[in-house]
Structures are given as structure tokens and as C-alpha cells.
């Protein structure tokens, strides 16, 4: 009846656009519109440019690149330049890291990304998640493993997204995400709340972490805690100041001052706080409050990583430093590249190729290892940034790049006089983001499974670490999508078709080996409090797919049925509307057939009930009314 | 229409029976026929007796017990008793354990099974499944091992048939059961082999096993080879008498003595050994072949086994066993109850309680240790024996229980006059049945992905062991089962209504986080290939569930939609036939709408074409000629 273009999901994706083309462009004719600017566009390309385009996706933006896109990603690239400077430097320290570090993930990842990226909003370096993850597994160890760690996250990664198995990244649910980011939030505000205290010490665990603080909260420096609080009011001030930028009241050069005060702040309260520092060392020996540890003052050298580390203490081999870090080039690799599927979903073009993602993250982390960075991703932080600076094209990230490089170079001798709580600061305002407890509310009110996996996921990740939360909760997922496959909906009924009662089986799903039995004991069930009477109709037009296992069962039922009644006679078992391509799979016995139609079936069930002796209609119509249902007779 | 007695899966099995019986017992008022003595039967019964009945099985056939069914009962009982006497026996040896401690397990298992079992004619015992799988646990080990191992796989099976997880099995799809039954058999008779050859080593694994064998070849043992040989020939002899018992032709007395004859085949190959050797050793000091290890006669204590061992060289705290043991302690508990399902699915009744199932065989095993067992399950060639004898309740296993205490008791001293290729023999031709090379080339002709599971599951099976072989394939098949989750058959096809286009969408199953990203691609890829020109129908009938990640991934598709097109308009999605308990997760946008009914979704096409330009129909029936497709046009 219809002209069907069926795309077969099995098929490539090359031959479903295909055929999708055809069928548009007959359409186009029809439509008669601008079809033949679109027709242009869509000129055969040679493969390997079209390959490079797909794989290099600076290829894509680059040839049309103009002025005022320029324009536009300077001033993001400035702002995120900004930015990232005072967050990796925070980043660095939460890791257990020199400020050094941090910065060097926030140049060399930017770059990569500039040509190898696909998301346009995702601005790579050091973010606070993956930095608190890794710290799990570098700390107290030589500086090298952290990064060592990058290094191997990065080769992780690239295995990843060549083996294509970027899917299993569908298998985390947006619960467990929300959850994990949420839990992530508290330990990071956590850890940074000691920073603010001025009260130094490295407990692993939310737990002991709480317990030692709370023991040794008469440590805590008034000057640090000062300090703290006033670069956090200064930070919230500053932010309310975007609200101003998005009135439309205001006027324009009012509404962009804000916009730049705005996403500056974080620059901007290191500045301040570090010109305090600078000239109160001009009067005193000594600062009330704590400085973040020296830098050193020079750009990294490039140096393939040692997969080995020699200390003065001790001397690891490759395959020790695995041991030591355990899960860690598994969980970090996960972790980094969450936050971008995360990101590329909320963009506009809404699809992630997380292949694609794994592969350059996977070079970031690589090349970032190699000027001894730390393992980096993007970060919502720098997405809102450039979000609001209206960032077009990845060119911004050339911009940024420049910026931290330079501040790498010359600015490093005065990161010695940023505050510690000014750091810690900016880093609890800008994971305040993550926090997010209205999604568990309107879980609790709509899906109470899915509650229930966030409160998991939520609270194995604040008590046990990130990493443990973020497996448990998959896990279970998991176990659930098992789940369903071993006990899918079956809709059981006692249905009649033209004065014959039959019991008709609706399987909602494919029926594969785990359900098989639950099937078969549902349909016995029923014909036993039916006294193995009546016809059953096996109706199969939701199956989708049926392993030799099920196929199997289902031949096995119908001996059961065969042998469960009276050895004169046997039930029919029929198997309607089954994909034909899963039939051969069912043994035929002698009271097993197929029908295709209903017509069939009514046939089916006249012989038989010729041959088991008539149900009387009238009879059951009064059953009927007993039980409280209402018959149409047509 | 219909009177639906619709048997929802998530409500308790209680209501299930009582809705079905409701409609039941008033559909007999029309059928009529011995209508009362069923309701008789069906008369009501306290709570608690119902209970009784259900939990300890003996009580549903022991009031009817007759005089025909203990005849029955009593010659299955003998010869199951002749059977397991010597098959116990190698099992133990097998287990490299002396034979007492086969029969120990070999009695107190039946007795239990007696009061508790649920499938009649499952027989518990030793069995050379478990025996091997079990001593890779135990070898090299005191002998304390083996019977805290029978006491922890008691322990563990109690655990989960208490805590209800029986339905895990239903994860252990056929192909796999019978890959791991034939590998089994295998390792089995390629361990056998060795004994046949009169040739004594231990060495884990079959490459190193047959390396050892074929470096050891030239110490074979003539005699034992020959003892050997001539017990396989006899015993495939007396197997083929079954057919002569089989065929109607024949006299009755000459098919029962056959019968007798082929089913306590291996009582008298191990009594005619046994004499040949008790009258050898009358003339000879030595025999040319080695006998079976030395028994101690007598019946043995009942202590409850000790949690931790001491022996002359070390000992071991709870602690250290369990870290000896491995998995062992779930995997021979898995193992066991593996056949004992396997075995219920074959019987009529074709349904196994697997957690009722756990919990006796893990009564079995417990009460086993007490008594130095070793860990039991049900067989499959006593199944076979008891299915020719005509068992007719459990009542044998207690004639088969007393006959093994009397051999225990008595027989022992004799014991160690039976030859060792004797019970290899037994082994090698018991083990046999488990063999199924038809399984696996029927996969290959009609379900490759079952064969490739099968293949799997064998080679690892026999190249790294069955337990690994048995993880292994779980593994694989959960991991496609989820993998069906992330991409469910989706069919997207452009379809026409009253010369409306649309873009139909038809998930075939329930649509869960996984799959969401794949749904949004699949979509968002047509409708870029139709320009964005045309409704979506979503069409939701085959749909059973939905999380909240999918739901918000529908809300999201439905912005994609909006913002892809020109700023004007949007493409309306419609959600057709969502089921209404999934509609309120899916939060509603401007363009999108639920529809219940063809009508309405023909009302949205209408007002969607007046908005964004009417679609030609003489053009678009021309394009479709030039595509090859034909329309009708009612």
C-alpha cells in the first residue's frame, strides 16, 4: 500500500543513507524548493577527502572559516584562556600536583583539539572530576605515575575508540551520570572546605576525611578561612552579574561589561588576590594565609614518557606501575570521556560519535603525558563559557592554547602568590554546577527504579569513591536490562473468538533462553485451571527475536501439552503471527502449527472444538456476567 | 469484546491462580464432565498444610502410596542400588578420593532426597561431573578439603535457593549446558584413558594431561589395557540388550531379563572383575593389574565437619580454606544443581522449582559432610535407569539407600578386590550419554550465533577447564543479551497517509537507556535526508517499557527536531500508541504530541502539511513509479 523505505538498522549506514536519498531527492522534485543549492552541496566528494573530513574534523570548518567567526572565538578564546588558567592551577593541587601540571594539560589538549575535535563547545584540560578520581590512585606515590596515568588513560582510550566499543558508554544511564557528577560535587566541596580551613592533610575517604577534619577543626586559620569567604562572595557577586548581561533592559555596553566581568571572575580574583599577596609581602616576612606551592618558570620539555619510574626510594617496572594503579587506567579513561558525551549531547547537533571522542581525548592525554600533564577532559565549567561567549568554531581553543602558554612561560614565578583558599574558591563555585537534587525528586515522583539507582549510584560514590559508585550502579543497571529479558511481559488471557475459548499468550518482547521457562510454567499454568481444554494461541507479532533455546522451549511445550491432558487427546498450540525468518528454529510437532492469519486461526479452533466437543456460548455468557464482564454479541 | 482475564507476570502468582480458577470452575458448569471430582480434589486446605505439601514434597505422594507403585519402586530401587554402587565408586576415585567416600554420599543423598526432592526421578550421588570439576579444587590437598567442600556447596546453594536467586540459571541458555556437558564427558573419558592404560599421574588441565600421557605411552599396562577393553565390550553388550528389551516382538520374560541384565550391567562387570581377581590372588601374591584402593569397612561417623583443619604438616584457619578453595565454592554448587535442572526439564511435569531444587541438594550436601561425603547432584544415567525401570515415586531412593549402607557396611573389605580399569570403564561408557556432537551441527545450519556460543563454550571448556569454560559463555550471552538492549530492531521507513508523508518510527521493543542514542541517530538521520521537511510518528505499540533516560532522549529528540529546521518551523513528532503508564516520564515541548488513535494522527498530518506546504500526490505517485513502487489509490 505505502511506497516503504525500510531502513534496516542491520544494514550500513552507508546504504540506509542511500536509500534515504533516493527517496528524498525523487521527493525534492515534488517539493520544488532550493533543491538545487542543497543538490550542489551534496556533489560526490572523493572517498579519502570525504574520510579526512569525517576523521579530521578541522577540515570541516577550517575552508569556510571568516572574519567574523574570528572575531567571536578570539573573545571566547581570551575569556576561556582566562579561565582555565586559575582552574587547572586548582585542578593541580586537588590532584596532589605543582600548578605546573595542571597548566600544561590546559595548552597541549586545546591544541589536539582544535584539529582532531568534534564537539565544538568542548574545551579540554584539567577539570576537577577526573583530577579528584586520579588523585585516589597517585597519592603518596612518585610524581611521575600521575603522568604515567595520563599516558596510559590515553592509550586506553585510543584502544577504546579503535576496537569501536565506544557503545558501552550507552550503558550509563542518565541517573547514574547525575549521580556520579552530584557525589563527585560533595567530595570535591569536601576536600576543598579543608583548603578554606588552612588545615592540611590527605585522608582517603569522605568518611575519615570528615572525621579528621572535624577532630582537627581547631587548626583552622582565620586568615585562609577570611579569604575563602571573601573570594566566594566576590565569585557569586560576580556571577549574578550574568543575569544582568541576559536582561534585555539594560543597556548594550552595560549588558557586555557584565557578560565580560562575569565569565572573567574566576581571573579576576586570583589577580586581586594575588596583588594583596604581592604587596602585603612587601611589608611582612610572611603571609596570615597560606600560598599555593612554587612553580617553576619555564615551558615543559617534550619527552616520550618512561614506562618505568626510577626514584631514589625505589625503582618500579612496567608491570608494577599497573599493579600500583590498579583499576585506575580503566576508571579514568571512563571518567574523562563522560563529561564530553555529557557536553555533546547538550549541543545543538545532539549526537556524539563516542568513537570519535575516545580517539582524541585518547591523543590528548597521550601527547598531554608527554609534556607531563595530567589526565584532562572537558569540563561543564568551560562549556557554560563558551556557551555564553557565543564560541563558533574549535579555533577558540588556538586562542587559549597561546594564552596558557604564554602564562606558562612568564607568569609562573607569580603563581606562587595566589592564595590557596582563593583556588579552593573558585573550585566549589564552579562544581556547584554538578549539584543537582531536582532530578532525584522528580525521580522519586515519576520512576522509583530510576530514583533508586540515583540513591545508589549517589551514595556507593560519596561513602566508597567515584570509581566504586560509578561500576556498582552499572552493574546493576545492567542486571536489570538482564532482568527484563528473564522476565518479560507475557499477557496471559482467556479470550474467545467466535463462541471458542482459547488461551491466548502475548509475549511483549523477543523471547530469548532466560524467559523461556517463565513462558513456558505462564502457559501451563493456565491450561492446568483450564483442565487442558482448550486451544492455545501464541500470538508473536511483538517478537523480535527467538534463540534455539527459547525455539526449543517452545517445542517443548507443546509435548507438554501433549502430555499433560489425556492421552486421547492433546492441545493445539498455535504459533500466530510468528516472523517467519524464526520459524525453522521451532521443531514442529504433531500439535504445533503456525498460522499467519486470523482466518486460519478461527479454523484451527473450529476443528478442534468439533474434536474436544463444543463450549457452549450461552453457558459462558452467564460465567461471564458471574465474573463480571461484559460480552458484545455481534 | 472480550472477556479478559488478563494474567499480568507482576502480580503474585496467588492471584494468577485464583483469577484463572475463578474462570475456570464456571467454565466447567458448561463443560459438564467430571467436574466434581475435581472440585473435590480442589477442596480447600489450611494455609499451613498447603505449605507442608509444597516445601517437603513426600507428603503430596505419600498418602496414595499402593502396593503397585512399591513394587515398581522396589525393583528401581535395587537396580539403581547395583548401579551406584560401582559408579560411586570411580566418582570417588575420580575425585581422587578412596571409594568409601563415594558411597557415602551415595546413600545419605537419597535419603534426604526422599523426604525433600521435587523431581522424581532426579537420584542423588556422586557423579562424574562434579567429581571433576571438584577435584581441581581439592588435589593436592588434604582430604579434609573434599568434605568441607561438600559442606560449603551445601552451604551455598542453601543461601540462594533461600534468598530465592534460582532464577540466575535461567542465564544458562542450552547450547551451553550441552557444550559444558560434552566437554565434560571429554576430560572425562580422556582422564579415564590414562587409568585404562594403567598409567598414574596427576596433572591439571587436558593439553598437559595429554602431553604427560603420550610422553608416558611406553609404561602402559598390558593388562590393565586388556581388563579394560574387555569391560567396555562387555559393558556395550549389555547396552544393546535394552533394544532386545525394546522390541514388542519378543516374549515378555525374555525382555525383562534383558532389561535387568542391560540396567545391572555395572554391578556385573564389577562382580565378575571382582571374582576374577579374588580367585587370581587364591594362586598368585600379585595381580598383573592394579586394583582399587584400600576401603575401611565400616558405617561412617556423623559429626558435623570443622570449619578449620590440622594436619601433621600445616593448618588451615576458615579463612585460608576458603582462599584454597576459590570459586571452588560456587562453582560446584552451580554445577550441581546444573543437572538436577537439566534432569527436571526433561521429566513430564517440565517444571523445576530451581530454588525448592537448591534447597534440598544443599540439605544434601550439608548432611552429606556430616557424614564424609563427597559434593553430589542429580545424573543422568540414573535417569536413565530409573526412566527404563519404571520409577514411580522417591520411595526407591530409599531401597537404593538401604542396599548402599548394606555394601558400605559389609562389601567394603571386597571392594579392593576391583580392578581400577573396571570402574574407568564404567566412567568412560556412563559418561558417553552426556556426548552430543548433533546439537552443535544443527546450530551451525540454523543459528549461528548459538553455534558460535557452543563452540565458545566447549574449547574453553576443554582448554582452560569447565568452570572457566561455564563463566566464560555466561558472560558472552549475558553481554549479547544486553547488547540487544543498546540495539533493538528499529524500523524507520518513510511512509504516506491520504498522500501525507511521514517518517514512521517502529521500535520493537522497550526502549531503555541504551538504546535512546541509537533511536535519536536513526531519526535524526532520515530526517536529514528528508531535508526536515516532514512529521515524525513515532509509533509506540510494540513499546513495554521506558526508562527515564530514554524518555528525556525522546523530550530531547524533540528539540533536536525544532532546532535543526529553519528558525520558522519545527518537525512535530508524534508519539502514536504510547502506552499511557509511559506518557507522564516524557516531558511534553511544543512539538510534540500524544495520539491514541489513526484519526487524530491523520488530523496532526493535515494540520502539519496546511503549515508547511501540501506535498504534490501526482508528483509524489510519479517519483514513487521512478523508485519502483506502485501505490494503490483507494
Redesign the interface.
Known amino acids: ?9 542491520e544494514l550500513t ?1 552507508r546504504t ?2 542511500v536509500r ?5 531527492s ?6 520544488g ?1 532550493n533543491s538545487d543549492a ?1 543538490a550542489a552541496k551534496r556533489a560526490p566528494q572523493p572517498k579519502w577527502k570525504r574520510a579526512l573530513v569525517r576523521h579530521v574534523p578541522v577540515f570541516q570548518w577550517l575552508p569556510g572559516y571568516n572574519m567574523e567567526w574570528g572575531i567571536d572565538d578570539l573573545i571566547t578564546g581570551i575569556t576561556l584562556g582566562l579561565t582555565i588558567i586559575p582552574e587547572s592551577i586548582a585542578c593541580a593541587l586537588l590532584a596532589g600536583l605543582p600548578a605546573r601540571y595542571g597548566l600544561c594539560s590546559a595548552f597541549i589538549g586545546p591544541l589536539i583539539y582544535l584539529i582532531f575535535g568534534s564537539i565544538d563547545k568542548v574545551i579540554i584540560g584539567p577539570t576537577s572530576l577526573v583530577a579528584l578520581v586520579s588523585v585516589q590512585f597517585t597519592v603518596g606515590r612518585p610524581i611521575e605515575f600521575a603522568f604515567l596515568l595520563t599516558f596510559l588513560s590515553g592509550v586506553v582510550q585510543i584502544i577504546m575508540g579503535a576496537l569501536r566499543i565506544g ?1 558501552v558508554f ?2 550509563i ?3 547514574v551520570i547525575k549521580a556520579f557528577s552530584s557525589a563527585t560535587a560533595i567530595l570535591v566541596i569536601e576536600s576543598q572546605i579543608k583548603v578554606l580551613l588552612g588545615i592540611k592533610y590527605l585522608v582517603p575517604g569522605l568518611i575519615s576525611s570528615v572525621s579528621t577534619l572535624s577532630s582537627r577543626i581547631g587548626e583552622a586559620n582565620m586568615a585562609d578561612l577570611v579569604m575563602g569567604i571573601c573570594a566566594i562572595i566576590f565569585l557569586l557577586l560576580l556571577e549574578l552579574l550574568e543575569r544582568v548581561a541576559r536582561c534585555q533592559k539594560r543597556s548594550k555596553a552595560l549588558r557586555i561589561c557584565c557578560r565580560y566581568l562575569s565569565t572573567s571572575r574566576n581571573t579576576l580574583i586570583v589577580f586581586i588576590a594575588g596583588i594583596v599577596s604581592y604587596i602585603w609581602l612587601g611589608y611582612r616576612e610572611q603571609l596570615p594565609y597560606s600560598l599555593s606551592p612554587s612553580a617553576i618558570s619555564s615551558l615543559p620539555n617534550f619527552t616520550v614518557p618512561s614506562l618505568t619510574i626510577v626514584t631514589p626510594e625505589r625503582s618500579y617496572s612496567f608491570w608494577q606501575i599497573l599493579q600500583e594503579l590498579k583499576v585506575g587506567i580503566i576508571v579514568i579513561p571512563i571518567v574523562g570521556i563522560l563529561t564530553n558525551i555529557s557536553i555533546g ?1 547538550l549541543t ?1 547537533k ?3 560519535d563516542t568513537n570519535h571522542e575516545l580517539l582524541t581525548v585518547g591523543l590528548c592525554n597521550m601527547f598531554g603525558s608527554c609534556v607531563q600533564a595530567m589526565p584532562s577532559s572537558g569540563a561543564f565549567t568551560r562549556y557554560a563559557i563558551s556557551t555564553a561567549c557565543g564560541l563558533k568554531t574549535p579555533m577558540a581553543n588556538l586562542y587559549l592554547g597561546i594564552i596558557v602558554l604564554l602564562a606558562l612561560s612568564f607568569l609562573s614565578p607569580y603563581f606562587n602568590y595566589i592564595p590557596e583558599a582563593t583556588l579552593a574558591a573558585i573550585l566549589i563555585c564552579s562544581i556547584f554546577t554538578l549539584l543537582d537534587f531536582k532530578l532525584p525528586l522528580r ?1 522519586w515522583r ?2 522509583k ?2 530514583f533508586g539507582i540515583w540513591l545508589l549510584c549517589f551514595c556507593v560514590c560519596v561513602l566508597f569513591g567515584v570509581e566504586v559508585g560509578l561500576f556498582v550502579s552499572i552493574i546493576v ?2 542486571l536489570h ?2 532482568f ?13 473468538m467466535e463462541d471458542m ?1 482459547y488461551i491466548s499468550v502475548l509475549p ?3 523471547i ?7 513462558l ?3 502457559v ?3 491450561c492446568t ?3 487442558f ?1 482448550i486451544t492455545v494461541v501464541i500470538d508473536g507479532h ?1 517478537i ?2 527467538l ?3 527459547a525455539a ?1 522451549g517452545i517445542s ?1 511445550l507443546s509435548s ?1 501439552l501433549c ?2 491432558s489425556d492421552a486421547s487427546s492433546s492441545i493445539l498450540l498455535i504459533l500466530y503471527r510468528f516472523p517467519e525468518h524464526l520459524q ?2 521451532i521443531d514442529v510437532t504433531d500439535n504445533l502449527v503456525f498460522c499467519e492469519s486470523e482466518a486460519k486461526v478461527k479454523e484451527f479452533l473450529t476443528q478442534e472444538s468439533l474434536r474436544n ?1 463444543h ?2 456460548l450461552t ?2 455468557i452467564r ?2 456476567i ?2 463480571g ?1 461484559k ?2 454479541i455481534e
Request: hydrophobic share 40%; aromatic share 8%.
Open positions: 500500500m505505502y511506497p516503504q523505505l525500510e531502513v534496516d538498522p549506514e540506509t543513507k534515504l536519498l533516493s527517496s528524498h525523487d521527493a525534492q522534485v515534488a517539493l524548493a542543497k557503545f550507552e550503558f544511564s542518565m541517573p549531547k545543538p545532539g549526537l556524539v525521580l515519576e520512576s527504579r530510576d543497571t545492567a536490562l538482564l527484563l529479558w528473564a522476565r518479560p511481559e507475557i499477557l496471559v488471557r482467556i479470550q474467545e475459548q511483549g518482547n523477543g530469548y533462553f532466560p524467559a523461556i521457562n517463565h513456558r510454567s505462564l501451563l499454568k493456565a485451571q483450564a483442565d481444554k511483538k523480535t527475536g534463540d534455539y533455546t526449543q517443548k507438554d502430555r499433560q525453522h528454529l466437543g463450549i457452549n453457558a459462558h460465567a461471564s458471574d465474573l464482564y460480552i458484545d
